[in-house]
C-alpha cells in the first residue's frame, strides 16, 4: 500500500467517523459486478450510503483524500465531459464527494464536499466545508475535533 493509498483509507474512517458521531447510519454500498464505474486503471464506486436518524433521509458518499483540494477541483473543471465528477454524476446523480485534506486553503476546512446534483461541466467545480451542507446538519465541533485528529495522523504517515 502507497502513502497515498493509506492516507485514503484514513480519510474514510474519519468521514465515517464524523457521521456516526453525528447519529447517521452507514450503510454499505454493494460492490456487485457491474456496479462500479471504470476511471482510467480504477474500478470506481461509492464508498457508503449514510442515514439520517431524523428524518431517514439517504445520501451516498464517496470518500477521496487530496492534498491540494483547489487543484484537484481546477483539473477536473477543465477535464469537462471527462471529469470524474461528470462521469460519476451519470451513474449517480445524487452523490456527494467528500474531499478531505491535511493542507487546506486559508480558512477552509479539511472536510469539504462536491454535490454532484449542482455540478455542470464546463464550470469551475466548488467545494463546500462539510458543515456548511445543511441537509447533513453536521455541526462544527464534530468536524473540527476530526480535522485536529486527521492533522495528527496524516503527520505522522507522512513521517512529519
Given at each position: 500500500?502507497?502513502l497515498?493509498?493509506?492516507?485514503?483509507?484514513v480519510?474514510?474512517?474519519l468521514?465515517e467517523?464524523?457521521?456516526r458521531?453525528?447519529r447517521y447510519e452507514?450503510?454499505?454500498?454493494?460492490?456487485?459486478?457491474?456496479?462500479?464505474?471504470r476511471v482510467?486503471r480504477?474500478d470506481?464506486?461509492?464508498?457508503?450510503?449514510?442515514?439520517a436518524?431524523g428524518?431517514?433521509?439517504?445520501y451516498?458518499i464517496?470518500?477521496?483524500?487530496?492534498p491540494?483540494?483547489?487543484?484537484?477541483l481546477?483539473?477536473?473543471?477543465?477535464r469537462?465531459?471527462?471529469?470524474l465528477f461528470?462521469?460519476?454524476?451519470?451513474?449517480?446523480p445524487?452523490?456527494?464527494?467528500v474531499?478531505?485534506?491535511?493542507?487546506?486553503?486559508?480558512?477552509r476546512s479539511?472536510f469539504?464536499?462536491v454535490p454532484?446534483?449542482t455540478?455542470t461541466?464546463?464550470t469551475?467545480?466548488?467545494s463546500?466545508d462539510?458543515?456548511?451542507?445543511?441537509?447533513f446538519?453536521?455541526f462544527?465541533?464534530?468536524v473540527t475535533?476530526?480535522?485536529?485528529?486527521?492533522?495528527?495522523i496524516?503527520?505522522l504517515?507522512s513521517?512529519g
Amino acid at each position: 500500500m502507497d502513502l497515498l493509498e493509506a492516507k485514503t483509507r484514513v480519510a474514510e474512517a474519519l468521514v465515517e467517523s464524523i457521521f456516526r458521531r453525528a447519529r447517521y447510519e452507514l450503510l454499505p454500498w454493494p460492490r456487485v459486478l457491474g456496479s462500479s464505474l471504470r476511471v482510467g486503471r480504477e474500478d470506481f464506486s461509492p464508498h457508503f450510503k449514510v442515514k439520517a436518524a431524523g428524518d431517514g433521509a439517504e445520501y451516498l458518499i464517496e470518500v477521496r483524500y487530496h492534498p491540494h483540494i483547489e487543484q484537484f477541483l481546477a483539473v477536473e473543471s477543465q477535464r469537462a465531459e471527462r471529469s470524474l465528477f461528470q462521469m460519476a454524476r451519470r451513474q449517480w446523480p445524487e452523490l456527494y464527494f467528500v474531499l478531505v485534506t491535511d493542507r487546506p486553503e486559508t480558512e477552509r476546512s479539511c472536510f469539504q464536499v462536491v454535490p454532484l446534483a449542482t455540478f455542470t461541466p464546463g464550470t469551475p467545480c466548488r467545494s463546500v466545508d462539510l458543515t456548511a451542507l445543511e441537509e447533513f446538519g453536521i455541526f462544527a465541533h464534530n468536524v473540527t475535533d476530526h480535522e485536529e485528529l486527521s492533522r495528527r495522523i496524516f503527520a505522522l504517515l507522512s513521517g512529519g
